[in-house]
């Protein structure tokens, strides 16, 4: 697991409060890695990713809707993708 030290402005601050509360996760990280895992599916619905990356990418996600994502080393990062 990677631990970051991130400086959020106030606005941003209040939005992950209220997807944490919205979704009833149990910390800000979990709702961080939530709100990334759903932006990336907007950016991989893009045409110039190959369908079945997609897929993969996207299944894998929903097996771990909720989960901390472990992408410490490259293999991990691999199955996570899907590759």
């Known amino acids: 697991m990677v631990k970051a030290n991130i400086t959020l402005d106030d ?3 209040k939005i992950i409060n ?10 800000k990280s979990e709702t961080i890695n939530y709100i990334i895992l759903e932006y990336a599916e907007k950016i991989l619905n893009n045409d110039t ?4 990356f997609i897929q993969s990418v996207l299944a ?13 080393s ?3 990062r691999r199955e996570l993708l899907g590759l």
């Open 49 to 52: 990713f190959k369908e079945e």
């Open 74 to 76: 490259e293999s991990s």
């Open 11 to 13: 606005s941003t601050n």
């Open 60 to 72: 894998n996600r929903k097996s771990l809707p909720s989960e901390n994502i472990d992408i410490t």
């Open 18 to 27: 209220l997807v944490k509360t919205t979704e009833e996760f149990k910390d």
